[in-house]
């Protein structure tokens, strides 16, 4: 049966309109006549939803739409019916293979990580996949018995007993096995430093006196060390399934990104969970045919060849016989030292921090890089690894495995032959050797790619614009400036440096009047001094200002707060909905940016998408960026600044009159005397400043990102310094006074000045020398990057937003974790003083979340007036 509509109506008619309902409506019930007959379980509208959604999805049940509680309610009330006997049957099996049998943990801590030996991973088969059982040869002793576990945990690195792991807190192999130890340490810092649930400890906050103490400690280590461990064994794994199977399949000749994801919930037809995790063992099969001695670089058959002379002095390839092999491997056992002191590639390590040299890792990686891989072929195994092969094959001769022929027939082989893409590995080489690799380089997306083959598929995609692939240089180094007296001569001399990053603004923004980053200081200035005219012209403009942020912040903390059951008590995200909203209502109002109470709504950005777009393109412009994530963060940002300027260019228009907007304004006024916009007085005060378009757009798009998200979290940190006693009490004080003076108020800006010194925004701020520059510390080149370290902020706004916050006579901390911020001290940014966690678990350079309790009366206060008691 189909529903349809017998009489059509164009829009506007409105005759039309009882009959089409009419008949809609009579085919809807007809619908539900035949589900009742069919389904007589399905008599109401939320149960026919229920089974529409079920056979549209039917890997995932949305259990809003209560199609099993639908299912009950008719088993219960027709257990006779034929039909009620099989539902019963599939509901029973649903519920029962909803879960895991038997299950596939359990809780406790000899359940939380896999043993370095692999046993565990299953709790109901321990031993399957642990190393040291008969799967396949890698003991020298027994060739039956697999001395590795059959997991992808990284063994190399974190052994595979626990003896050998008790050891590894820092170990050395190879350089892939450093990077990954360096990114376990990493990790583990991260792990420590975020302490998301409170669970670890100051180990110098435990007395010495305490008995456990060393228990603790040793529990905590081992906690923080397996976790980190996880991670990075996931780390690993990812590597393998973006960057390795990439570059097998030839993924990146199409320009694909995909990557097989194996950690996502998957659900078989009948919507069992497919299970996983339960444990594995690598077949003899598998060791047998996946062999890689056939794709052996020049390079690396070259090295092998040195070895082996070295070895085997004065033997042919030919006379060396497998026992005088197992005599040499055990010499070179007896005498290998102890793993801090390993070492390999001529590499030696630093004897004060036991480290090796950053650009000779990256040198053995970028020139392993540059070298081919031989090809999967019949006789492509190096000569001189003869005596491998033949090990190989007694050895499977010996277990009476099929020759590679019979296994040819029953398993078709795959000749790989591409490059990678979406690289983790890349995000590896960037974190663990910082400085060495470049982050729009081939060496770095593409390690497994030698450069010519990569540079041809990038010419082939057209998108050899993205990529360079000449080996980079190491990245020249910055000089920090700390001093006050140093910093104010860099900040005050506008001819010998230019904004730190102008390349970046160069890519978003052409032209002048971007003063915030220009690559002319001198013309910079006088923009922003032009810009602050027009800003602050005349006192009711400031006074208009700092009301609006007392007003603003208010505002949205009665409106954006939640109350507490009989209790006078609200709660409120100031960080969310408070602090982030106010500065991007301000600039939205100024410039006619269009905000809208909903994605769906009419209008350019919601609050939150506008912080967001700004953020990111402040976070491009002026912050230290990982460069794993720059490549993606300027090309989106590239896209918004676009959209962005075409709104400020069309606001700015219509305010000319230039538009219908503008001219129905321009009448309205006219006719109702009414007065001017926040809008109209802003645009006509920065047209009068005689610039063109172009440039008017730039200033105000300068003013945009410069004075909001960066004021935000000025306003964030200031009320986080002051939020506890007994500070608050000497804010509250001022905030709420009956009459305040010029004292008051520069007392006030004194209390924003030394929360932004003991807790500033950010760092500071790069500059870049245009020609030679004394300085008294010396001579800087130049192009030299230096780091400025100083905080600054606009004080009078900031005192403002934290008058509305203070005029609540009661202002503390959300509950436990919720009133603070999440964030911790980042060390890997300059220009960064903290990073925040968010809501998806990413880190950023933005405050995202602290709650704050206040009660319903509040005092009224404003600027330049006393204040009053009042009861919202």
Known sequence: MS???????????????????????????????QIKKHLPFASDLSTIESIIDGIKHLNSVDDRKMLMEHIMVYLSQNA??????KLET?????????????????????????????????????????????????????????????????????????????????????????????????????????????????????????????????????????????????????????????????????????????????????HSLFERGRGNVCSVEFNCLYRWH???????????????????????????????????????????????????????????????????????????????????????????????????????????????????????????DGPGNGSMLGRLLLRTLPGQYASDNTYTWFPLMTPPAMERILNDLGTSGLYETKRAGSAPSVQVLGTWQVVSQVLQDEGKFVAGFPERAAKIVNGPGFFIASNDPAGAAREQRAMLNVLAGDPYTETATKRFFFEKTREFMLRESCSTVASPVRSVDIVRNVFRAVPIYWVAELTGIRLKSSADAAGDYTPAELFDVLARIYTYLFLDIGAEHFTKLQKNVTAEVAKLKGIIRQRLGASRGLSLAGLFETVTQLFTK???????????????????????????????????????????????????????????????????????????????????????????????????????????PPQQRVFLDIATANTSIIVEALRGVYSFPTIMRGPGLSGQLKRYKEDSAMTSTWSYLGPDQRLSPWATSMVVQVTYGFYTVSPGRGANRSVA
């Not at 909001?708 to 004080?733: C, G, H, I, W």
């Open 90 to 270: 599939a509901v029973v099996q649903l519920l029962y293979n909803d879960l895991p049998h038997p299950a596939i943990t359990s809780i406790g801590p000899q359940y939380a990580y896999r043993a370095a030996d692999g046993s565990n991973n299953n709790p109901s088969a321990p031993n399957l996949g642990k190393a040291g059982t008969p799967v396949f040869r890698t003991s020298h002793k027994d060739v039956s018995i697999n001395d590795t576990s059959s997991y992808i945990d990284l063994a190399p690195l974190y052994g595979h007993t626990q003896e050998a792991q008790d050891k590894i807190r820092v170990r050395n192999v190879c350089v892939l096995l450093v990077l990954f130890n360096r990114n376990h340490n990493y990790i583990a810092h991260k792990l420590l430093e975020l302490n998301e649930r409170g669970t670890y400890v100051d180990p110098n906050s435990i007395p010495t006196s305490d008995p456990a103490r060393a228990d603790k400690l040793l529990a905590q280590e081992e906690d923080i060390f397996q976790t980190a461990r996880l991670i990075n064994c996931g780390w690993f794994a990812s590597v393998v399934f973006s960057d390795y199977f990439s570059a097998i399949l030839g993924l990146v000749r199409e320009g694909s990104n995909w990557a097989l994801d194996p950690f996502e919930e998957m659900r078989n037809i009948d």
């Open 674 to 780: 009414q007065a001017k916009s926040s809008q109209s007085v802003f645009a006509e005060r920065l047209h009068a400043l005689g610039y063109d378009a172009e440039t008017q757009c730039n200033l105000v798009f300068a003013l945009v990102v410069g004075a909001t998200v960066e004021l935000s979290q000025a306003m964030v940190n200031v009320l986080n310094f002051y939020l506890d006693p007994p500070r608050s009490a000497d804010v509250q004080k001022l905030a709420s006074r009956p009459q305040r003076d010029p004292k008051d108020e520069a007392q006030l800006q004194g209390f924003v000045l030394e929360a932004l010194r003991l807790d500033s925004t950010f760092r500071g701020v790069y500059r870049k020398t245009v020609d030679s520059v004394q300085m008294s510390q010396g001579t800087l």
């Open 294 to 416: 056939a794709t052996t670089s020049e390079a690396d058959e070259q090295w092998v060849q040195k070895l082996s002379e070295q070895l085997f002095p004065g033997r042919t390839v030919e006379s060396v016989t497998i026992e005088d092999f197992k005599q040499v491997a055990k010499t070179m056992m007896a005498k290998e030292p102890d793993v801090t002191h390993w070492t390999f590639g001529d590499l030696q390590r630093d004897r004060q921090t036991n480290k090796f040299d950053d650009k000779g890792l990256a040198n053995i990686l970028q020139t392993a890089t540059e070298h081919p891989a031989g090809a999967f072929k019949a006789r492509g195994t190096p000569y001189v690894m003869r005596l491998h092969e033949i090990m190989g094959i007694e050895q499977n001769r010996a277990w009476g495995v099929c020759s590679l022929n019979d296994f040819r027939k029953v398993y078709c082989q795959r000749d790989p």
């Open 80 to 85: 006779s019916h034929p039909m009620a006997q």
């Open 3 to 33: 529903i349809s509509r017998t009489n059509s109506m164009s829009v506007g008619d409105a005759s039309g309109a009882p009959a089409v309902a009419s008949s809609t409506m009579k085919g809807f019930q007809e619908f539900r006549e």
